[in-house]
């Protein structure tokens, strides 16, 4: 057995030879299942293809760039690049989560789910990226040709903030701009002449982890607050449902109050990789949970993220749209307040409001 080099038997999370979850403890599949669900998905002929296009635009590179020069200016934006990643300028910092640029998320190029959907941008394109927000090892989310990419960016590498155990990933590719934190853990980015002072914690998630066959669940993983004073910022990860972010909601009680500016200006939160329920619950949320976490987070904004890019699972590429439409309405929730963008839309959005000195929690 491996140790754990983390391990804090103070934490319920902490495992002698790696993490578990909160809630619920996560048992990977055995080969039996996996062969079950294949089987029971060719019979019934899923996944269906799509019956609309996923929507694509051009990005709106002249305000991206502009913004991204704007420094304390900026206007608080979100573009989707497509799948988990997203460009988020808040606060004079152009942060990137997930970042998956290849054409597959898989160990090999020749194999492996491929893009049905193009990037919304290159990483050409892109401005100079201040912080990269990781939230777990699985391919879709942790691709190694364009982490490596964003550390040989003109102008230096971006930080890279992640969950506990990536650290030695990134050292052995060469890059060291890392910062590893644990489940409630916060880092300061402080004020320069350019950007604003932001407080990055992360939060809990229900997931798991693994990058080969042997490591499973020896890395951590989570999601990610970042409270700009222009806009704070939730970034879900990959997740089922829990009770976890009934836990966020009441750890950011007192940066949310309503003289603070309230509850998280935009949350991205994933929508898609759902079915079938019985292999997939327990790892990720369908539209309905998505929504329900909405609820539990009180957030004020939502944009949906991953979907759209790679079948991984049973459910056709446009359906989670859908889904999330039926949901919202179930709950009487504006569409607007959870929206859809197209590939590479950029959502541009209010700057908080706030009676109150941005909190110095974390420091």
């Not at 879900?236 to 200006?265: L, M, N």
């Not at 359906?319 to 309405?329: C, D, F, G, S, T």
């Amino acid at each position: 057995m491996k140790k754990n080099p983390h391990f804090n038997p103070a934490k319920k999370h902490h495992r002698p030879d790696g993490f578990q979850n909160n809630y619920m403890s996560f048992r990977g599949k055995r080969w039996h299942e996996l062969l079950r669900w294949k089987w029971r998905a060719w019979r019934a002929g899923h996944p269906r293809p799509p019956t609309e296009p996923i929507a694509i635009v051009a990005p709106d590179l002249a305000f991206i760039r502009a913004n991204a020069q704007a420094g304390l200016a900026m206007q608080p934006a979100a573009t989707w690049i497509g799948h988990i990643t997203v460009l988020a300028q808040i606060g004079g910092l152009n942060i990137l989560t997930d970042p998956v640029f290849s054409e597959r998320c898989s160990p090999v190029q020749w194999s492996g789910p491929k893009r049905h959907t193009p990037p919304g941008m290159s990483l050409a394109q892109l401005p100079h990226i201040d912080v990269v927000l990781l939230s777990h090892n699985h391919y879709d989310h942790m691709d190694e040709a364009s982490l490596l990419s964003l550390s040989r960016q003109a102008g230096g590498s971006p930080l890279f903030i992640t969950p506990l155990g990536h650290q030695q990933w990134f050292a052995r590719r060469g890059i060291h701009r890392v910062l590893e934190l644990d489940w409630w853990d916060t880092h300061v980015l402080e004020a320069t002449a350019q950007s604003a002072r932001m407080p990055v914690t992360l939060t809990p998630a229900q997931h798991w982890s693994a990058r080969t066959a042997t490591d499973a669940l020896r890395s951590l993983w989570g999601g990610f607050a970042v409270l700009s004073p222009d806009c704070h910022l939730f970034f879900a990860g990959d997740t089922a449902y829990s009770k976890d972010f009934v836990d966020i909601r009441q750890h950011f009680a007192r940066e949310h109050a309503p003289d603070c500016g309230g509850g998280f200006d935009l949350a991205l939160l994933p929508i898609g990789a759902y079915e079938p329920r019985w292999f997939m619950k327990d790892q990720h949320v369908n539209p309905a949970e998505s929504v329900q976490i909405f609820q539990d987070l009180g957030c004020k904004r939502a944009m949906a993220v991953h979907w759209g890019t790679f079948q991984l699972t049973d459910e056709a590429l446009d359906e989670p749209p859908r889904a999330l439409q039926q949901a919202l309405k179930a709950q009487n929730i504006n569409g607007q307040d959870f929206q859809v963008l197209a590939i590479g839309q950029t959502w541009r959005l209010p700057k908080r409001a706030s009676k109150r000195l941005h909190d110095s929690k974390g420091e």
